[in-house]
């Protein structure tokens, strides 16, 4: 049995139990939307008489845990809205506002159907008649893909539920679900205080289911096979398979779809190799921790394995960053990236993010205020759990594991100016045309 | 009971930090940083005072 799903794996006819990987990207073929004709010969219909509570059941027994970087128990959040007072909503969410991870496009670009199903068998389990399916604006495939994909399924009139499109905004932030519900309330795209929770009071002021599109494709195929066959890949703590978006510097970066646990030398060799002696690597995205080029025999891709290197699988975004690279220039543009992204609305996140930006700017350009190591130290410890969302919580992650994995270069730096590799071309990449302010965010 | 700030509606008066500096340090820009354990009997008045004192209403007194 494979451990790794290459990406875009063209399968021949499938059995009727499907073995091994690749699971949710099993029907992807290259490029094309898959559409519901080839997606029901794949995966076959899901499975009707199963009720609520059952369902729910078998997702907990399957052991399932959101795919949007928080890993929060996937049963626990369907019983929560199914108690909850009111007709619920459910929100499906691919607003993937990582700039890393492209792994929520590909699967509303490419694979709509199992999301689509995914959403409508949540709806039945929580007694929600609506679904919204949320994707960040500027994704424009999404929204093709969506709609078509729709028009296929009231023509076969596969739901029961309805469906609604929803458009948000490209920010950081707007894939946070309380930003992403204001949004949809008609206010920005902003987190707002807990509590109230979604699961109590969120679209409309009705009980909202919000899930991360992998999430519900995983549920779709649960619904389908079982718990025991989903168990079949993973651990006894995380089972199944995830979904990783590799950069930097491989031979052939992309999507890939892995069990947990897989070792992340064996991705690597999965995407061809790595194409230089590399320096550190990324996982988890810009909320993420930077393991040592040395430690990557060792590591392996569930966060039971990762937390003992200090780091967390969040959204499954990898990068490898090659030797050649300036880490120095690249983790500090990320950070003032971050900084811009605020949600400017707590004021520890306000101040600490811009003050960490233009600290370590500071520190990169070899102009460093006298007291910038112990300050980005002080800043990066006070900063966690003190807005309303996690943002600050990631920036002082990112920043501190930066600076312990790359101590020497930040000195290095502070000390001498720009190295030569500082002006070579991006690897940790954003949306163009934002965080370029690099002239002192306020 | 524990001490947490609405971070959202805080505007960092400072007032908590006078009331009750035993749980609330301020930051460089004059934002609490709140001690998230259990706040001890001999201060729960004093916590409630500097709840209740909050201009903007932004430090709450929860229960565990």
């Known amino acids: 049995m494979s451990t790794i799903g290459a990406k875009a794996a063209r399968r021949p006819a499938m059995p009727a139990t499907p073995v091994g990987l690749p699971r949710v990207l099993r029907a992807l073929e290259h490029g094309e939307p898959v559409g519901l004709a080839r997606h029901m010969e794949v995966h076959g219909a899901v499975p009707s008489g199963l009720g609520g509570r059952a369902l729910i059941d078998l997702v907990e027994a399957a052991g399932l845990a959101g795919r949007g970087g928080a890993c929060f128990p996937t049963a626990t959040k369907l019983r929560a809205v199914r108690k909850a007072r009111g007709r619920a909503i459910v929100l499906a969410n691919g607003c993937e506002s990582e700039p890393l991870s492209l792994k929520d496009a590909l699967l509303l670009r490419e694979l709509p159907h199992l999301v689509l199903d995914g959403a409508a068998i949540a709806a039945g389990a929580v007694g929600a008649d609506e679904v919204i399916v949320a994707f960040e604006a500027p994704n424009t495939q999404a929204r093709d893909s969506l709609e078509q994909a729709l028009q296929e399924r009231r023509a076969a009139r596969v739901d029961s539920v309805g469906f609604s499109l929803f458009a948000a905004e490209e920010r950081f932030l707007s894939g946070q679900e309380t930003a992403l519900i204001s949004q949809l309330g008609g206010g920005p795209a902003k987190p707002t205080f807990v509590p109230p929770r979604p699961t109590e009071r969120g679209v409309r002021r009705r009980p909202t289911l919000v899930q991360n599109v992998e999430t519900l494709a995983n549920l779709a195929l649960i619904a389908r096979h079982g718990a025991g066959w989903y168990r079949e890949l993973g651990s006894e703590a995380e089972s199944g398979t995830r979904l990783v978006t590799l950069a930097g510097a491989v031979a052939s970066p992309g999507v890939f779809e892995i069990e947990c646990g897989t070792p992340l030398a064996s991705l690597l060799a999965a995407a061809g190799g790595i194409e230089a002696p590399l320096a550190a690597v990324l996982i988890g995205g810009y909320f993420g921790s930077w393991l040592p080029a040395a430690r990557i025999g060792e590591i392996e891709l569930s966060n039971e394995a990762l937390a003992r290197h200090g780091a967390a699988f969040g959204c499954g975004a990898i990068v490898a960053l090659s030797a050649d690279s300036c880490p120095v220039a690249e983790t500090t543009r990320v950070a003032i990236y971050l900084a811009t992204e605020t949600a400017n609305q707590c004021g520890p996140c306000v101040h600490g993010t811009a003050a960490i930006a233009r600290t370590l700017h500071g520190v990169a350009e070899g102009s460093p205020s006298p007291s910038a190591f112990a300050d980005l130290d002080r800043w990066a410890a006070e900063l966690p759990g003190r807005g309303a969302c996690h943002h600050p919580n990631g920036l002082a992650r990112f920043v501190a594991t930066s600076l312990r994995t790359f101590a020497r270069q930040f000195h290095d730096h502070a000390a001498n100016g720009p190295c030569d590799a500082c002006s070579a071309e991006a690897v940790l990449q954003f949306p163009a045309g934002r965080a370029h302010a690099l002239a002192g965010p306020a | ?64």
């Open chain 2, 1 to 64: 009971m524990r001490l947490r700030v609405n971070p959202i509606g805080c505007v960092g008066h400072g007032l908590c930090a006078e009331l009750v500096p035993e749980l609330i340090v301020l930051d460089d820009w004059g934002y609490p940083i709140v001690n998230p354990g259990r706040v001890p009997d001999h201060l729960q008045t004093h916590a409630r005072r500097a709840a209740d004192a909050c201009p903007t209403l932004a430090l709450l007194m929860e229960q565990d």
